[in-house]
């Protein structure tokens, strides 16, 4: 057990700045529990990802899909374990991915940063892209379609990033409660709106559909990956942990992913056989949107989406800056100018994207290859194996587990990657 010292508190100088320290927030008694840290990990998870899920399966078919909802699920859990274990080999109760690497392989410190403004940036893009799909959707229907559809888009796309752009070019963002209440209440909705509009009738498979090839499986396979992805978060709950122990770690590694799968299952198995094959990339706009309980969760979706963003522009703001200034102290003048450079850059990229890319399934195939595998798969299997090599210790099934999945996190990544992109160049 790690108990709290004076030495964990972080002095900064008033008329400097560190962007890797700035990154830390400031030490304080831990007072966390399993079940705050379970509900902030089960929150991670909960979100755009499950809206894809369905999609994969009707490109996968029943059993090809629960296989691989389970091997992400199953794999998820392990690699949660390992970043326990890590934790509770720090010497200090600060933990965080940069920290590890540093220690047991310094060379891999930047895929850190790269690999969590990735995914930052990639999930940050799918909320705009859900909110903009609904509330245009809405807003069309309330308008009696006066101007295109894709125009109309187009247009929400760019007036919600507008809108929500000086909270992203701020320093910081406290007090996300609200945010991440709307955000699951809006899940609940639209999980049990999947429950009340279900129609037997669609045919589905069991195996991979006819339509389907191997290419196209490994294109969807990333958003099973990246619907169980809270990695990125596990360290600040183990930093926040009272009474820390690799029991307690466990106990709130397994039980958020398992609340995960309770949300997952329903958001995959009725959507599927509503809609078969033709379920789109978030089952949600499959739903006849003239209906009213479906407009609101249009704008539930819509809503809550699009508040959520600054929390995802944040840590990919500052993960870039880390890269780009590499630990160089600045003053608070140059701070701001960079903060505002990059985040300016961070939103006419979210607005390119949204704009350009129409599937939800793609951005999340490639955020979840190059973001959720590295920072599931990739990176906590190899700092393991790296942690344990230098500290001389027995290679035991645990780590050779590691090292297995951490080979299949790397053969993932080019086999994935190029089946996406063949399926993109080919439509």
Not at 13 to 28: I, Q
Not at 69 to 97: D, E, N
């Amino acid at each position: 057990m790690t108990s709290f010292d004076e030495k964990d508190i972080i002095d900064v100088e008033p008329n400097s700045l560190n962007l890797r320290d700035s990154t830390y927030r400031l030490s304080k008694p831990p007072s966390g529990t399993v079940f705050t840290c379970w509900t902030a990990l089960s929150k991670t998870m909960i979100g755009t990802g499950m809206l894809a899920l369905a999609y994969g399966f009707s490109k996968c078919g029943w059993i090809l899909g629960f296989f691989l909802l389970a091997f992400a699920g199953g794999g998820a859990v392990f690699t949660l374990h390992l970043l326990g274990v890590l934790a509770m080999h720090s010497p200090t109760r600060r933990v965080t991915f940069f920290t590890v690497a540093e220690e047991c392989a310094p060379w891999s410190k930047w895929i850190v940063d790269v690999a969590i403004a990735v995914k930052c940036i990639g999930v940050g893009i799918s909320y705009i892209q859900v909110s903009s799909d609904t509330i245009s959707s809405t807003i069309g229907l309330w308008s009696g379609n006066a101007i295109s559809k894709t125009l109309l888009r187009d247009i929400t796309v760019i007036v919600l990033v507008i809108i929500i752009s000086p909270i992203c070019l701020s320093k910081s963002i406290s007090r996300t409660m609200i945010v991440n209440i709307l955000g699951l209440v809006s899940v609940a909705y639209v999980v049990i709106l999947s429950v009340c509009l279900v129609e037997v009738g669609a045919p589905t498979h069991w195996g991979v559909p006819h339509s389907s090839s191997f290419m196209s499986v490994l294109a969807v396979f990333p958003t099973f990956i990246f619907a169980f992805t809270c990695h990125q978060n596990v360290f600040l709950c183990a930093e926040d942990l009272n009474e820390r122990t690799q029991k307690k770690l466990d106990i709130i590694a397994f039980c958020s992913e398992a609340a995960a799968l309770c949300w997952f299952v329903p958001a995959i198995i009725f959507p599927y056989i509503t809609f078969g094959a033709s379920v789109q990339s978030n089952f949600v706009l499959s739903y006849d949107d003239t209906s009213v309980v479906v407009q609101i969760a249009y704008l539930l979706l819509g809503i809550a989406e699009v508040c959520a963003f600054p929390l995802q522009a944040l840590p990919a703001r500052k993960s870039l800056l880390v890269l780009i200034l590499r630990d160089k102290v600045i003053s608070p003048k140059m701070e701001l100018y960079s903060r505002i450079a990059v985040g300016t850059a961070l939103l006419l990229l979210t607005v390119a994207v949204a704009i350009s890319v129409k599937s939800l399934g793609y951005t999340l195939s490639f955020v979840g290859i190059i973001g959720s595998n590295t920072i599931t798969f990739i990176m906590p299997t190899f700092l393991y194996c790296m942690t344990l090599h230098k500290a001389g210790l027995p290679k035991g099934t645990k780590w050779f587990m590691s090292a297995g999945l951490c080979v299949i996190g790397l053969l993932l990544v080019p086999l994935c990657l190029s089946s996406l992109i063949y399926e993109i160049a080919s439509r």
